[in-house]
């Protein structure tokens, strides 16, 4: 009964520690992921900007614009 008692005890352990295991790594990514959201956001407005910026200035003025 004891031994049966320890065994259940040890196994809940070995449950909890692996969802401890689990959560680090993905703890872990999260941190990866949140330390370059930055440079992806300053490079997705950067392109966004040139993007934007190139069709403003290879398009042709419509009707009643003028030339800049």
């Known amino acids: 009964m004891l031994a049966s008692a320890a065994f259940a005890a040890l196994s809940a352990f070995s449950a909890f520690s692996a969802a401890l295991s689990a959560f680090s790594a993905f703890s872990a990514a999260f941190s990866a992921f949140s330390a370059a959201l930055p440079a992806f ?13 190139a069709a403003a200035e290879s398009r042709t003025p419509g009707e009643g614009e003028s030339e800049r």
């Open 41 to 53: 956001a300053t490079f997705a407005t950067f392109s966004t900007f040139s993007t934007f910026s």
